[in-house]
């Protein structure tokens, strides 16, 4: 394909991606949820994407300069509030009382310093706009100051771009970080809201402004031609990832339906409950309860059992008294608790002489949601797979020694 083909091409991608994106943009700022913020704010971060799109297709034509749809690229500068969309976004997500507050407002002060960047190009006549441009594509330089001035204009406005979006990856992941541990303390099942896909895209996006970087801005601070078609496919896989992000976020249930009860000190792990009021004596008696209910009403069998509704079952209040019994006694966490006692019960499935049901039969049946969850759980707590336990079972029963296997009690 030669380069005006690809070109082509790669506009009417663009075309039907801006399109696409509106339409995905739009369904986010209408899904009507428990927490609407986190949509809204995704779905901002996604109309962007399908401005910035629909700015390349005409940029590729020098006619473009000549037309009031030239100020379409005003709006590059709004890419410096990317990152902090998806960083409120993904905070908006996983705080358990989510909410907006007045000095959020500074995330999007870098808007100021892409404003003031990019300011030069636009108010430049078509002309030098153009001359510029297609100097800065072909990697020539120019003995004009004023033309040499705008050539350095996107390039510097981009590497301040790309550096602040890494900054705010950095930022979400540590968010990430933080809410992977939240919900093991609060959540028996954590498939669907463990966030691991917005990681994923994150990394993946990563990798692309890196690229970018490469094909781009490397370039033009030593006067070569832009690796084009490297940046074209750049760019467009970026727009694909944050399209990616839109659409999972699209089914991404909400995580806290109620906002959860805050336990003093908890940022801190060293003091962690330095302020608690469970005594000794209290936590003895509650460590009996706990054991009890466990063992004979099984609990763990329901597949979305949260802490909340087993403190409620215990009549312990406030919860988190329940999880800091299970951190300080059982030395876990609720997620872990009551997936061990899941993989004892599917242990007596397993150790049947005739089983009839299937591997995923016995994940469903002891509580797990998805038979690639019970397969990590297992082979978290057993350090084998289902068929690898049953297999040594059968064979330790009909070895000379004979006789079951001594289980390991819980707690």
Same mark, same amino acid.
């Given at each position: 394909?030669?380069?005006?083909?690809?070109?082509? %091409?790669?506009?009417?991608?663009?075309?039907?991606?801006?399109?696409?994106?509106?339409?995905? $943009?739009?369904?986010? !700022?209408?899904?009507?949820?428990?927490?609407?913020?986190?949509?809204?704010?995704?779905?901002?971060? +996604?109309?962007?994407?399908?401005?910035?799109?629909?700015?390349?297709? *005409?940029?590729?034509?020098?006619?473009?300069?000549?037309?009031?749809?030239? !100020?379409?690229?005003?709006?590059?500068?709004?890419?410096?509030?990317?990152?902090?969309?998806?960083?409120?976004?993904?905070?908006?997500?996983?705080?358990?009382?989510?909410?907006?507050?007045?000095?959020?407002? !500074?995330?999007?002060?870098?808007?100021?310093?892409?404003?003031?960047?990019?300011?030069?190009? *636009? @108010?430049?006549? /078509?002309?030098?706009?153009?001359?510029?441009? #297609?100097?800065?594509?072909?990697? $020539?330089?120019?003995?004009?100051?004023?033309?040499? =001035?705008?050539?350095?204009?996107? +390039?510097?406005?981009?590497?301040?771009?790309?550096?602040?979006?890494?900054?705010?990856?950095?930022? @979400?992941?540590?968010?990430?970080?933080?809410?992977?541990?939240? @919900?093991?303390?609060?959540?028996?099942?954590?498939?669907?809201?463990?966030?691991?896909?917005?990681?994923?895209?994150?990394?993946?996006?990563? %990798?692309? !402004?890196?690229?970018?970087? /490469?094909? %781009?801005?490397?370039?033009?601070?030593?006067? #070569?031609?832009?690796?084009?078609?490297?940046?074209? +496919?750049?760019?467009?896989?970026?727009?694909?990832?944050?399209?990616?992000?839109?659409?999972?976020?699209?089914?991404?249930?909400?995580?806290?339906?109620?906002?959860?009860?805050?336990?003093?000190?908890?940022?801190?792990?060293?003091?962690?409950?330095?302020?608690?009021?469970?005594?000794?004596?209290?936590?003895?008696?509650?460590?009996?309860? =706990?054991?009890?209910?466990?063992?004979?009403?099984?609990?763990?069998?329901?597949?979305?059992?949260?802490?909340?509704?087993?403190?409620?079952?215990?009549?312990?209040?406030?919860?988190?008294?329940?999880?800091?019994?299970?951190?300080?006694?059982?030395?876990?966490?609720?997620?872990?608790? @009551?997936?061990?006692?899941?993989?004892?019960?599917?242990?007596?499935? =397993?150790?049947?002489?005739?089983?009839?049901? /299937?591997?995923?039969?016995?994940?469903?049946?002891?509580?797990?949601?998805?038979?690639?969850?019970?397969?990590?759980?297992?082979?978290?707590?057993?350090?084998?797979?289902? #068929?690898?336990?049953?297999?040594?079972?059968?064979?330790?029963?009909?070895?000379?020694?004979?006789?079951?296997?001594?289980?390991?009690?819980? $707690?």
């Amino acid at each position: 394909m030669d380069h005006s083909n690809f070109e082509f %091409v790669f506009v009417t991608v663009c075309l039907f991606g801006s399109i696409q994106g509106v339409l995905l $943009g739009t369904t986010l !700022w209408l899904l009507k949820t428990p927490a609407p913020q986190a949509n809204r704010l995704l779905a901002a971060s +996604v109309f962007l994407c399908s401005l910035f799109l629909l700015d390349i297709p *005409f940029a590729a034509y020098p006619e473009y300069f000549y037309t009031p749809l030239r !100020w379409l690229r005003f709006t590059y500068f709004l890419r410096f509030a990317l990152g902090p969309l998806l960083y409120l976004y993904t905070k908006a997500l996983t705080a358990p009382t989510p909410s907006f507050e007045r000095k959020t407002l !500074w995330h999007f002060s870098p808007l100021l310093l892409g404003i003031f960047l990019y300011s030069p190009f *636009f @108010i430049a006549e /078509s002309d030098l706009q153009r001359i510029a441009l #297609k100097l800065f594509l072909e990697g $020539g330089a120019s003995s004009s100051y004023h033309i040499q =001035l705008l050539i350095w204009v996107p +390039v510097v406005a981009s590497l301040a771009m790309v550096l602040q979006m890494l900054v705010y990856i950095v930022a @979400i992941l540590k968010l990430l970080k933080k809410h992977a541990i939240q @919900i093991r303390e609060h959540f028996s099942s954590i498939e669907r809201i463990n966030l691991n896909w917005l990681k994923f895209l994150l990394l993946s996006m990563a %990798v692309f !402004w890196m690229i970018y970087v /490469s094909t %781009v801005v490397v370039p033009a601070f030593l006067h #070569k031609p832009l690796l084009t078609p490297y940046y074209y +496919v750049t760019y467009l896989g970026i727009s694909l990832l944050l399209y990616c992000v839109g659409y999972f976020g699209l089914f991404q249930p909400t995580i806290f339906v109620r906002p959860l009860p805050v336990e003093k000190g908890s940022d801190r792990p060293s003091g962690r409950y330095l302020t608690s009021t469970l005594t000794p004596d209290r936590a003895k008696a509650y460590k009996e309860k =706990l054991l009890q209910c466990l063992e004979r009403d099984k609990p763990y069998l329901e597949c979305n059992l949260t802490l909340q509704q087993l403190a409620h079952k215990l009549a312990i209040r406030p919860i988190h008294k329940l999880s800091q019994l299970i951190n300080t006694e059982f030395k876990q966490n609720f997620f872990d608790l @009551i997936n061990q006692y899941r993989i004892e019960e599917a242990k007596k499935y =397993l150790e049947q002489d005739k089983r009839k049901e /299937s591997i995923l039969d016995v994940a469903m049946a002891v509580g797990f949601n998805s038979q690639s969850a019970f397969y990590n759980a297992f082979k978290k707590h057993t350090q084998v797979t289902p #068929k690898q336990y049953e297999k040594n079972h059968k064979d330790l029963i009909t070895s000379p020694a004979g006789g079951r296997g001594r289980r390991v009690s819980v $707690g």
